[in-house]
């Protein structure tokens, strides 16, 4: 008798969310199964990836993180045009470093101004995210997202404190939103309800419960997103439905496995391939715990994730 797998029938679907306009739109979410079980139900899209730029100068990056940028660093537009046009990424996440007080406090209109030009150069979506300081993304981001009017972005993050006047311009500019949360189960569930009972389309929002890097918290971030894929696919929870979003180059670019010299610490080996390496695993172990899109930094841990996503996707 031949081997029969045992499946399981699930109820409930994560909601499809598209982002962008035209041929270059892209869609995340939409599985009614759980991560790369495949054979248990659908998974319409694969995790997407966008690839992180900033508003200033990275000077803070690592210089094996900005080696693949050089020379286009200095300016927003040029920058986002290169990893289009030159790296073929799909989508461009935009972080507005400088309107946070304590790294440049530029006005929402000069933030609205990059995100314009931004627009200019590219024709893939684009995530617009603030410096996440909760005051100054109040103003900012509702700037910013009448300036983006009519591109369907991504706006984000709004948090408990501040999701109301973000949410509100983000309908207003038919935009989608991140919704963020301090990586508690419960606290992710209550901001999409929040958003929800506002008038906020329970289509039009992502799910960023934090994310960390490997070694510095991995384990607990995965625990909280496995719990919140479990209550959408299992248990049909629609307040647990919208798609996750994992922004991990930021944290694991400060990692000291990422930063710490050959000639400080010799036998990690090469800093370069120990970077990468510390994103890619990163971001898989993301997607393995449910992640629809991924914001990272380093082109060559992106192409190692995609191939990864192929592979898991095949099978």
């Known amino acids: 008798m031949p081997f029969v797998v045992p499946k399981e029938n699930y109820t409930g679907r ?25 054979f248990e139900g ?10 992180e730029i900033q508003d200033i100068p990275a000077k803070d990056w690592p210089e094996t993180l900005k080696k693949p940028f050089d020379g286009v660093t200095d300016d927003p537009a040029a920058w986002a045009r290169f990893c289009e046009k030159e790296l073929g990424v799909g989508i461009i996440a935009l972080r507005l470093i400088s309107t946070h007080p304590d790294y440049g406090d530029r006005k929402p209109e000069e933030a609205a101004k990059t995100v314009e030009a931004v627009l200019g150069a590219v024709s893939v979506p684009l995530i617009i995210l603030g410096s996440e300081h909760v005051e100054k993304d109040t103003q900012v981001l509702k700037v910013v997202s009448e300036a983006a009017k009519g591109r369907n972005c991504i706006i984000g993050k709004a948090q408990e404190e501040n999701y109301k006047t973000i949410a509100a311009s983000a309908m207003a500019n038919n935009h989608k939103i991140i919704a963020m949360s301090q990586l508690d ?11 929800m009972q506002m008038g906020f389309d329970k289509e039009r929002i992502l ?3 934090m994310s ?6 991995l384990e607990y971030t995965y625990s909280v997103m496995e719990r919140i894929r479990l209550a959408a696919i299992v248990q049909n929870d629609p307040a647990m439905q919208p798609p996750l979003v994992s922004d991990i180059g930021r944290n694991v670019w400060k990692a000291k496995e990422t930063i710490a010299s ?22 898989i172990s993301m997607i393995m715990a449910g992640s629809d899109l991924l914001i990272m930094r380093h082109p060559k841990a992106i192409e190692i994730v995609k191939k990864t996503i192929n592979e898991l996707m095949e099978r």
């Open 185 to 195: 189960v419960n606290l992710a569930k209550q901001m999409n309800i929040l958003l």
């Open 42 to 51: 659908e998974i319409p899209n694969p995790p997407a990836i966008a690839i």
């Open 207 to 209: 799910t960023d419960p």
């Open 212 to 217: 960390s890097a490997l070694g510095y918290g």
């Open 262 to 283: 050959e000639s400080d610490i010799p036998e990690w080996g090469s800093v370069e391939e120990r970077g990468i390496t510390f994103e890619a695993v990163t971001a």
């Open 14 to 38: 994560i909601y499809t969310v598209e982002i962008g306009t035209g041929e270059k739109a892209v869609k995340v979410g939409g599985a009614n199964t759980l991560p790369y079980l495949g």
